[in-house]
C-alpha cells in the first residue's frame, strides 16, 4: 500500500502512515493520535488491531514537532491553529478516500484530550462514530503539580518558550522494555519546552470549561489506569460523569498505569474499545 504524503501549510512535511484492512472490506476510518514526546509509528499495532477487528482504515501521523515530521522538536505552537488544521486537512484526504462510512478519533494522552477537544470542535470528523482514548490528559495528577506552575509557565512562554521543564515524575508503565527513550532514536528523550506545557495546560483548562459545563454529548470511550501517575483519574470519571452523550463507557484499569497500550497485555484493554467500536458500525448498517 503507498502510504499517503502531507505537508501543512507551513510548508512542514508530517509523517503520516494508513493501515487498511487486510481483506480491504472497509467498515469506517479512524485517526490515530498519540502523547506528549511521543510520534506515530507507537501506534501502528493499536491501528493494525482496529483495522483487523473492526474494519477501520487507520490514519495516523506525528504531529508536527514529534516523530519524523517537521518542526521544532517537541514545540507545540498551537493546537488550534497548526495541529487542529493539520489534523482536519488529513481528515479531509481520509473522507476522500472512504466517503460515506463511520469516522472515529483514536488517542492516549495528550493526543486523548485532542481527540476529544477536536471532536467536540469538529463534529464531522466523528459522524456516526464516536472518540476512544486511554489516558486522555484532562487534568494533571495532583503528584505532578506544584504551587504557581501556570504562573511560571504563562511567564516563561512569553520570555522563553523553548526552555524546558521537567517531564513527568514516576513510572508509566509496568513494562519498562516498551518506554525506551534512551535506545529509541524518534521518541522525546528531554524535557518539555515551557510554550508545550503552557499550551497544553491552557487546552486542559478551556476544554474542562467546555465539559464541565455539559456541552459534550458525542460518542466516547474514556479509559485509563487506576495507577496513573500522569493525569488524574478522578477527572476522567468526571468528564464521563458530567457528559450528555447518549453513549458514553468509562472503564478504570485495575493495576495498570499510564501507558495502557504499551503494557504486556495491552489487548484485553483495546479489545473493549474494538467491541464499543464494532458496536456502532453494526447499528450503522
Known amino acids: 500500500m503507498t502510504q499517503p504524503e502531507f505537508t501543512n501549510e507551513d510548508g512542514n512535511k508530517i509523517e503520516l502512515h494508513r493501515m487498511d484492512p487486510e481483506n480491504g472490506e472497509v467498515r469506517g476510518?479512524?485517526?490515530?493520535?498519540?502523547?506528549?514526546?511521543?510520534?506515530?509509528?507507537?501506534?501502528?499495532?493499536?491501528?493494525?488491531?482496529?483495522?483487523?477487528?473492526?474494519?477501520?482504515?487507520?490514519?495516523?501521523?506525528?504531529?508536527?514537532?514529534?516523530?519524523?515530521?517537521?518542526?521544532?522538536?517537541?514545540?507545540?505552537?498551537?493546537?488550534?491553529?497548526?495541529y487542529y488544521?493539520?489534523?482536519?486537512?488529513?481528515?479531509r484526504m481520509v473522507e476522500?478516500?472512504?466517503?460515506?462510512?463511520?469516522?472515529?478519533?483514536?488517542?492516549?494522552?495528550?493526543?486523548?484530550?485532542?481527540?476529544?477537544?477536536?471532536?467536540?470542535?469538529?463534529?464531522?470528523?466523528?459522524?456516526?462514530?464516536?472518540?476512544?482514548?486511554?489516558g486522555p490528559c484532562l487534568a494533571l495528577h495532583p503528584s505532578q503539580l506544584m504551587p504557581g506552575l501556570n504562573?511560571?509557565?504563562?511567564?516563561?512562554?512569553?520570555?522563553?518558550?523553548?526552555?524546558?521543564?521537567?517531564?513527568?515524575?514516576?513510572?508509566?508503565?509496568?513494562?519498562?522494555a516498551n518506554l525506551h527513550p534512551d535506545t529509541d532514536p524518534v521518541q522525546l528523550r528531554y524535557n518539555v519546552p515551557a510554550r508545550t506545557a503552557y499550551n497544553l495546560s491552557r487546552k486542559c483548562t478551556s476544554f474542562r470549561q467546555q465539559w464541565i459545563g455539559g456541552q459534550v454529548e458525542f460518542p466516547f470511550f474514556v479509559t485509563v489506569g487506576d495507577g496513573d501517575i500522569m493525569v488524574d483519574p478522578t477527572a476522567v470519571e468526571q468528564f464521563y460523569t458530567v457528559s450528555k452523550s447518549?453513549?458514553?463507557?468509562?472503564?478504570l484499569v485495575p493495576g495498570r498505569m499510564h501507558e495502557l497500550w504499551q503494557e504486556?497485555?495491552?489487548?484485553?484493554?483495546?479489545?473493549?474499545?474494538?467491541?464499543?467500536?464494532?458496536?456502532?458500525?453494526d447499528g450503522a448498517q
Not at 39 to 56: D, P, Q, T, V
Not at 98 to 111: A, E, L, N
Not at 156 to 163: D, E
Open 85 to 91: 488544521r493539520d489534523l482536519l486537512a488529513i481528515f
Open 246 to 251: 447518549s453513549n458514553k463507557k468509562f472503564e
Open 29 to 82: 476510518t479512524a485517526l490515530i493520535i498519540h502523547g506528549l514526546g511521543e510520534y506515530a509509528e507507537r501506534y501502528s499495532h493499536i491501528a493494525k488491531y482496529f483495522a483487523e477487528k473492526c474494519g477501520l482504515a487507520c490514519w495516523y501521523c506525528s504531529l508536527e514537532g514529534y516523530g519524523l515530521s517537521d518542526g521544532k522538536a517537541g514545540l507545540v505552537r498551537s493546537f488550534e491553529e497548526v
Open 96 to 134: 476522500a478516500a472512504f466517503p460515506d462510512v463511520p469516522r472515529f478519533v483514536i488517542g492516549h494522552s495528550m493526543g486523548g484530550l485532542i481527540s476529544l477537544d477536536f471532536a467536540q470542535h469538529h463534529p464531522e470528523a466523528i459522524a456516526n462514530g464516536g472518540v476512544y482514548c486511554s
Open 151 to 176: 504562573l511560571i509557565l504563562a511567564v516563561c512562554n512569553k520570555l522563553a518558550p523553548t526552555l524546558t521543564v521537567n517531564k513527568v515524575k514516576g513510572p508509566l508503565c509496568s513494562e519498562p
Open 264 to 281: 504486556a497485555n495491552w489487548e484485553e484493554t483495546v479489545a473493549k474499545g474494538a467491541e464499543w467500536v464494532s458496536a456502532i458500525l
